[in-house]
């Protein structure tokens, strides 16, 4: 019997081999080679049975058919799928297959953003207004009816792609003639929530929530596409209200949707002008970004890591009753910036408070624009006392990569940063 790992992402970041390494069932990774390829990464050499990577991993019926092929040859009795978009397609293959695990029924309420606010409202847990779309005339009448900006998005989307921001005729004049020629299935619009946003992430063992903390973007996830400066993400301090609001709010939402026994979860929240909480999504996986290097530094335990395992039967280390973070963490990321890298840190940053980096640049190298909001050029995690040291040294962390990088953007009048 063995292992059967789906994978879309970094390889790097999910090291299924040491994750499982006091299990004895051969494991067996099928990947996706464009992401492997956008990357810069390849496929292990040791700590697999087998391993490869299929182009076109999204499309549907590659990446089933070959795991169906690889299920019959290598007598599969678990699969495993932590990748938000890898879930679905998982426990999919699981009801096929007969195998144990997480289930569709489990899944669709935290990947189908419609279903997600039929279980919302359902609680009473508050919901931006919004429709699904079939066609132009329902996207005219939602916008007739709610007036502009709306969020329009695929329903099963994922890392803010395919994710449209309208706030203009124009913007929405354009958008039609978009989705004239490539169809309206599976789209939701929403009116947009004005205010802040907050995450909260965790982990639940055995039907338990075991942690779950909140944390603010101080950035905006959609506008991943435009952004050269830094993108930051600070956890909240206990003493702060808004701390447990949140945690409460996070709880809700997870007693109004079914789930599975061991999960992450990732449920973000927006905070609005009048002080109401707002539910804009939840996930049943850990949240990507770093957040899952952000939650292993303040609790000592990796999210993904900790939900699989427990999944696979094995053991997952004890938190505790308190469910207080043992450190305050952050992240500081940077998207990539269209153009040519000239300069690049001659080291890791020179600060013992950063737990993980990573600076995916060499001098000379092209950078394509950012295509999903996870798509960095470079990613920090901090951690600090509290709330206030935390953001003091992430912007001391930035103004040293500001010091020591230099890219040359494809307009030359832009040109970021330039100290030298």
């Known amino acids: 019997m063995s292992i059967l790992i789906l994978h879309r992402g970094s390889l790097a970041s ?16 099928l990947a996706a080679q464009e992401q492997l390829d956008d990357l810069g990464e390849a496929l292990p050499t040791s700590g697999y049975a087998h391993v490869e990577a ?41 009801a096929e297959f007969g195998l144990p695990g997480q289930q ?21 847990i508050p919901v931006a207004p919004h429709a699904t779309v079939a066609g132009p005339s329902e996207l005219a009448a939602f916008v007739e009816q709610h007036g502009l900006p709306v969020v329009v998005k695929p329903r099963w989307g994922a890392s803010s792609m395919g994710l449209h921001i309208v706030s203009t005729e124009a913007e ?23 205010g802040d946003m907050y995450h909260v992430d965790g982990l639940v063992i055995d039907g338990k929530v075991v942690t779950i903390w909140p944390s603010m973007y101080q950035y905006s996830l959609s506008s991943f596409a435009t952004d050269t400066g830094p993108r930051l993400d600070v956890m909240l301090d206990d003493a702060d209200p808004l701390t447990h609001r949140l945690i409460d709010f996070g709880q809700r939402v997870l007693d109004a949707f079914p789930s599975h ?29 770093g957040i899952r290097e952000v939650h292993r530094a303040a609790f000592g335990i990796e999210p993904a890591e900790g939900a699989l395992r427990a999944q696979l039967g094995l053991s997952v280390p004890t938190l505790g009753e308190s469910r ?90 832009d040109r970021y940063p330039s100290r030298t």
């Not at 991993?57 to 890898?86: K, M, N």
């Not at 979860?265 to 970004?289: K, M, Y």
């Open 54 to 94: 299929i182009a076109n991993y999204d499309e549907p019926e590659p990446q089933r058919s070959r795991a169906r092929e690889l299920i019959r040859r290598y007598g599969v009795s678990q699969i495993v799928g932590t990748h938000e978009r890898d879930q679905d397609r998982a426990a999919a293959l699981r």
């Open 172 to 194: 929405l004049a354009a958008l039609r003639g978009e989705l004239d020629r490539t169809g309206y299935e599976d789209l939701l619009v929403e009116a947009f929530v004005t």
């Open 261 to 289: 026994e061991h999960f992450a979860f990732h449920i973000e929240v927006f905070r609005t002008p009048d002080d109401q909480l707002v539910l804009c999504e939840a996930a049943c996986r850990a949240g990507g970004a």
């Open 14 to 29: 999910n090291p299924y081999d040491r994750w499982l390494a006091d299990q004895d069932q051969p494991l067996i990774l």
């Open 324 to 413: 207080q973070p043992a450190a305050f963490a952050g992240q500081l990321l940077r998207m990539k910036i269209p153009g040519t890298v000239r300069r690049t840190p001659a080291g890791p940053p020179p600060y013992d408070w950063v737990v993980s980096h990573r600076i995916a640049l060499q001098p000379g190298q092209r950078l394509a624009p950012p295509t999903f909001s996870g798509d960095f050029m470079a990613s920090f995690v901090v951690q600090a006392a509290d709330r206030s040291q935390l953001e003091q040294r992430l912007a001391q962390l930035n103004t040293w990569l500001d010091d020591t990088l230099e890219i040359i953007p494809e307009a030359e009048s």
């Open 104 to 124: 569709l029924d489990t899944v669709v309420p935290y990947r189908d953003k419609a279903v997600m606010k039929q279980y919302a409202e359902a609680a009473g």
